[in-house]
């Protein structure tokens, strides 16, 4: 038997005399779809996270910021899969003493760009480390206050409160998912996107 077709002709006494009384009937019942089981819908996520664990302590400031770009933009890939945004960045820092911190921040409406993740995730890491400058073990960055992707803007009557948190553009959203095509076809490595150039 390797096939539900193989095992459709045989009667449930049958398969019972071969596979003894439990295994006969849950055979029987499984080729033919029938389980009366409750189905449990899947709780929503509350929360994505991606982290790197370092073989040795960086003290650098920028080998630790490239280092978080990349876990930021992983977990934002995760998140544009799962066809979500998020309204909460959360960036953790464990020190070589094991001293773990983490800074959050939540945003007024949700974001899926790796522009922007990286943006707010590097603010935050600027506060923690701006906080206690030692040597680093582990760095990680988690999103959560989920909104899915529904096409749908809400809007509203009243003009939006001031606020320093980073805009994301349509252009941003449509260059992260492009980018996530040509990592999907062709792996990670395949594509980097870098910083825009400064003005002087």
């Known amino acids: 038997m390797r096939t539900v077709a193989d095992v459709l002709p045989w009667t ?17 019942r499984r080729v033919r779809g029938m389980d009366e089981r409750v189905v449990t819908p899947r ?7 991606r982290e790197r664990t370092f073989s ?10 490239r280092k978080l770009d990349g876990v930021a933009r992983l977990v934002a890939a995760d998140l544009r899969k799962e066809t979500l945004q998020a309204r909460t960045v959360t960036v953790k ?12 921040r939540t945003l007024p409406s949700g974001v899926e760009s790796d522009r922007v993740i990286v ?3 590097r603010a ?9 400058r030692k040597p680093a ?11 899915r992707q529904d096409g749908d803007e809400q809007l509203t009557f009243l003009a939006p409160a001031p606020s320093d948190a980073p805009v994301e553009r349509e252009k941003d959203r449509r260059l992260s998912k492009a980018v996530d095509r040509v990592r999907n076809r062709f792996g990670d490595a395949s594509i980097h996107v870098g910083e825009p150039a400064r003005r002087h």
């Open 56 to 65: 040795k302590d960086i003290a650098d400031e920028r080998a630790l910021r």
């Open 12 to 28: 449930l006494p049958a398969l019972r005399t071969r596979f003894g009384d439990n295994g006969g009937e849950w055979l029987y």
């Open 93 to 104: 820092l464990r020190d070589a003493d094991f001293t773990t911190r983490t800074a959050v």
């Open 119 to 121: 943006e707010v995730a």
């Open 124 to 132: 935050l890491f600027e506060k923690l480390r701006g906080n206690r």
């Open 43 to 49: 709780e929503p996520r509350k929360q994505m996270s």
């Open 137 to 147: 073990r582990l760095i990680g960055v988690a999103l959560g206050g989920f909104d």
